[in-house]
Nanobody, 124 residues
Framework: QLQASGGGLVQAGGSLRLSCATS????????GAWFRQAPGKEREFVAA????????YYSDSVKGRFTISRDNAKNTMYLEMNSLKPEDTAVYYC???????????????????WGQGTLVTVSS
C-alpha cells in the first residue's frame, strides 16, 4: 500500500530525494519511517516522523545529512539525503504504522505497512 521511488546511482557527496506515496486515506494519522537494508545485512532504521511532522527521529549514522518530511495533503513522505557516502548504499524501504510506541520506532516489527523498496547506490 506504500510506493517508494527516487532511488538511483549517485556519486559520493551527492544528493537524492526519496518519496513514499500511498492511496491510503488514513495515512495522515500514521507514524512514518524509512529503513534500509544493505546486501548481507539486517534491515536498519534510518528515520521516522510522527503524524503531524512535529517530531522527527534519526539514526546516528544519518543525523545531520538526511531529512525526513511528509505532506499529508498529498499522502506522501520524503527522505532528503545529502552528503551521501558509499556506506549509504542499500535498498530503502518506507513504512507506516498506526500505533507506534516511541520505544519501538527503530524496530521494523512496529510497522504495519511497507513499500516495495527503492535501490540507492553511492559510488566512491
Amino acid at each position: 500500500q506504500l510506493q517508494a521511488s527516487g532511488g538511483g546511482l549517485v556519486q559520493a557527496g551527492g544528493s537524492l530525494r526519496l518519496s513514499c506515496a500511498t492511496s491510503k486515506r488514513t495515512f495522515s494519522r500514521f507514524f512514518g519511517a524509512w529503513f534500509r537494508q544493505a546486501p548481507g545485512k539486517e534491515r536498519e532504521f534510518v528515520a521516522a516522523i510522527n503524524w503531524n511532522a512535529g517530531y522527527t527521529y534519526y539514526s546516528d549514522s544519518v543525523k545531520g545529512r538526511f531529512t525526513i518530511s511528509r505532506d499529508n495533503a498529498k499522502n506522501t513522505m520524503y527522505l532528503e539525503m545529502n552528503s551521501l557516502k558509499p556506506e549509504d548504499t542499500a535498498v530503502y524501504y518506507c513504512a507506516a504504522g498506526a500505533s507506534i510506541i516511541l520505544s519501538n520506532i527503530r524496530s521494523p516489527h512496529a510497522y504495519n505497512y511497507w513499500g516495495q523498496g527503492t535501490l540507492v547506490t553511492v559510488s566512491s
